[in-house]
């Protein structure tokens, strides 16, 4: 069960001190081509031939490009894809015989080994693949025990209907 502010919570927002991409002076000229009505290829095309990365035409507009750019930094994936891993080679080679892959996971669980790694892409690492974001960790109270809800949890136990419940939460 998590708290109210857990669910309510964003991650966190990053500063955007930037002027807005379609302001950007590198790119105004390729948002004029768009407002001009040239295809998006084209200007993309024109884009490249300048030198320039052509998937920020793909971005918000609104947005600047380094606070975009931020959110979307990837992950590199330098690990050997997980059907070459050599932890893992004998099982693909297992189910390239033809085991059934139930039968490969019980020979991985067997050797000590996640049997779910099966279920992964087998063309990607392992490590890049298990790789987690940390959990947020929740130091409210569950919402059923928070006051302000407590008693539209109470309504739903005494038997009301959650669509009665929704509206007399709009109501408040």
């Known amino acids: ?3 109210v502010a857990s669910q309510l919570e964003n ?12 302001e950007d002076p590198t790119y105004t000229k390729y948002f004029k081509m768009m407002k001009m009505g040239l295809p998006k290829g084209a200007v993309q ?3 490249q031939r300048d030198g320039l990365d052509p ?3 793909d971005l918000d507009p609104e947005k600047s490009v380094a606070s975009q ?3 979307e930094e990837e992950l590199v994936d330098n690990g050997p894809p997980l059907k070459d891993d050599p932890t893992y080679t004998k099982y693909f080679k297992m189910l390239k015989m033809g085991l059934p892959k139930g039968a490969v996971q019980n020979a991985m669980q067997r050797d000590g ?3 779910s790694i099966m ?3 087998p063309e990607k690492s ?3 693949q298990l790789n987690k974001p940390e959990e947020i960790v929740d130091k409210g109270p569950p919402l059923k025990e928070d006051p302000t809800y407590m008693k539209y949890f109470k309504m739903l136990k005494m038997g009301l209907p959650m669509g009665a419940v929704q509206n007399a939460m709009q109501r408040d």
């Open 11 to 22: 991650d966190e927002e990053l500063v955007d001190d930037g002027p807005p991409l379609k």
């Open 119 to 121: 279920d992964l892409d």
């Open 1 to 3: 069960e998590k708290s």
């Open 113 to 115: 080994h996640d049997p």
């Open 55 to 57: 998937s920020i035409m």
């Open 126 to 128: 392992v490590a890049f």
């Open 45 to 47: 095309n024109a884009m």
């Open 69 to 71: 750019l931020n959110q």
